[in-house]
């Protein structure tokens, strides 16, 4: 006896329409320990972990798969869950954006290829998160996330320090306030003191607000710390639901609709959220074919008054967040701006989702007519240093530095700058501008997080603290400072910012959203006349696969040919 009436996906595998076909997908399985009715033709689950040791941020996950399968079971579904590559920020190089694409295309064919009818996945350093969404987005099955939760607030001699964000102030620590190495070495427990996530609103805790902003998991999920009960019972109700968006054909598409992209660029602002939100949401609105331009970014975000006092633009972090009433009062609070009928995985709209939350701090989460800054998003600049545009975050930057002329001191690699960046003689000053080539998706390859490059300890010896800085590279989401960041075209393939000369004179210019290098046209055409590529990092494996195909910056880096979405159907027999 079927137990519903709908036939799933898995049914094509454990009720195949030969004997020998469905002998050989059950048997296996049995060894597990099933009963018949697993295979009764009930919704199967996958759920997709990204729980790796080497990712400490997911490294609790494999524990919250038990509490989605309990769900799952309670819902009448048959739970499976698997694998898929694990990007982790803290320890791989070159950067864990190099596997971001790598990790969505894992996660899209290990869910093609088996019987599964929906998925949930389970989330929580930077990349995993856009990379399984990514990868589900082009398979389209009914899919909900559940963020694994930032740490606890780090606490070190009496104030929060947040994850990331205290990194980048370490040489700042040490050379103006005496911070010894047992200091540091002390602080580096006190800033991860639990399991999950950086808790600062760095890009892992921007991601989940993300998700939770385009509806893709229950209400409320973002902000949980990780260590909560709370999650956990995220995690449990997770499962439950996701049974039912099997039943109900809530495939992912159905809630990724441009109004839920609207949504998140302007939560992101609201929150003020990392500058690789922007690459990360361009990436999966590619793969399930929702037209989003960079300007969008600004002219939707950029007016957005900034609600969330959260590291780096503010002092809090996200235990904090959470205690003040998390996303949902954003999103309440927002409302005005918001398409507030954005249907959401419980199957309804987020406006009546959010509808009763309640703020209680202020200090934390602002009203909309008292915000902590006017306007908050991400600006997007262009001009001849930057044809098909670069980003900036002013929340995180300096006012007085929005517009500035300075002289160029430019930097090849990120190698060059570390060798050159502390030379007394080198010839550089506040008012300069330091330029890092070499750090766009093709260049390094994988675009890292480098832009947001320390300031000489000459000029920092002064107390200055920020300088304009320009790069093809990408910043942590947990840094600050004026810096300008995706520049494209990038250096490596011969964008404007590879003819750059120390000495050149750069125009930014925020309020106009102009970057300049004022060369002469028939100079800047001269030099990219004689500009010659350098040779690729790599030319087999996947950094040639990867650097053959990424797209640059302003297109959100995935590779071209995994635009779009190639479904759901049955693959082939295996046997
Ligand atoms: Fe994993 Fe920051 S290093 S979230
Ligand atoms: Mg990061």
């Not at 908050?376 to 530095?401: D, F, Q, R």
Request: with cysteine; net charge negative.
């Amino acid at each position: 006896m079927k137990k519903d009436k709908k036939r799933y996906r898995s049914q094509e595998w454990f009720d195949a329409a030969d004997d020998k076909t469905a002998f050989i997908h059950r048997s296996w399985l049995r060894n597990q320990g099933l009963p018949n009715d697993q295979f009764d033709g009930r919704p199967v689950i996958g759920i997709c972990n990204t729980w790796s040791e080497l990712t400490p941020c997911n490294a609790h996950l494999r524990e919250f798969a038990e509490h989605v399968k309990k769900g799952v079971l309670e819902a009448g579904g048959y739970p499976l869950e698997f694998p898929v590559m694990s990007m982790g920020e803290s320890l791989m190089r070159p950067t864990a954006m190099l596997f971001r694409n790598l990790g969505s295309m894992d996660t899209e064919e290990s869910i093609r290829a088996n019987p599964l009818d929906g998925i949930v996945l389970l989330t929580g350093c930077d990349k995993t998160t856009p990379a399984t969404v990514m990868g589900a987005a082009s398979v389209d099955l009914p899919t909900i996330v559940v963020p694994g939760g930032p740490m606890l607030n780090g606490k070190y001699k009496g104030e929060r320090i947040g994850s990331g964000t205290f990194l980048w102030n370490i040489k700042d620590k040490v050379s103006n306030e005496g911070y010894t190495k047992d200091d540091l070495m002390e602080a580096e427990g006190c800033s991860a003191r639990s399991d999950g996530h950086c808790m600062t609103m760095g890009t892992a805790s921007t991601m989940a607000c993300m998700v939770e902003s385009l509806g893709l998991t229950l209400p409320g999920a973002a902000a949980i710390p990780a260590v909560d009960s709370r999650k956990k019972l995220l995690a449990r109700n997770s499962g439950r639901r996701i049974v039912e968006m099997v039943k109900e054909d809530l495939t992912i598409s159905k809630i990724l609709t441009k109004k839920a992209f609207e949504n998140a660029i302007k939560i992101n602002a609201a929150i003020g959220g990392s500058t690789n939100f922007i690459i990360h949401l361009k990436a999966i609105a590619g793969r399930v074919g929702v037209d989003l331009d960079l300007k969008e970014f600004d002219s939707l975000g950029s007016n957005i008054p900034l609600l969330v006092n959260l590291m780096p633009s503010g002092k809090f972090l996200m235990e904090d967040f959470f205690d003040a009433g998390g996303l949902p009062v954003v999103i309440k609070t927002m409302k005005e701006h918001l398409h507030n009928d954005a249907i959401t995985v419980n199957g309804n709209q987020i406006g009546e989702n959010n509808d009763r939350a309640a703020c209680y701090n202020e200090e934390v989460i602002a009203q909309v007519n008292k915000p902590f800054k006017e306007a908050s998003g991400i600006a997007v600049l262009y001009g001849n240093l930057c044809e098909n545009g670069a980003i900036i975050k002013p929340s995180a930057a300096t006012p007085e530095l929005m517009v500035h002329r300075g002289r160029a001191i430019v930097f090849e690699t990120v190698e060059d700058y570390h060798t050159q960046v502390d030379d007394p003689d080198l010839d550089i000053d506040e008012n300069s501008v330091i330029v890092l080539k070499g750090a766009g998706p093709v260049g390094y390859p994988g675009m890292p997080e480098v832009a947001n490059v320390d300031l000489p300890e000459k000029i920092l010896k002064k107390g200055i603290k920020d300088m304009v800085r320009i790069s093809d590279g990408r910043m942590s989401g947990t840094a600050f400072g004026t810096v300008i960041l995706h520049v494209s075209p990038e250096s490596a393939v011969g964008g404007t910012l590879a003819v750059v000369e120390t000495g050149d004179m750069i125009e930014l210019n925020v309020p106009e959203r102009r970057l300049h290098l004022d060369i002469s046209e028939e100079e800047l055409i001269k030099r990219k006349a004689a500009w010659t590529p350098s040779e690729p990092a790599l030319k087999r494996g996947y950094v040639k696969m990867y650097t053959d195909h990424v797209q640059q910056a302003h297109l959100g880096a995935d590779l071209n040919f995994l635009n779009g979405k190639s479904g759901s159907g049955i693959p082939r027999d295996s046997h």
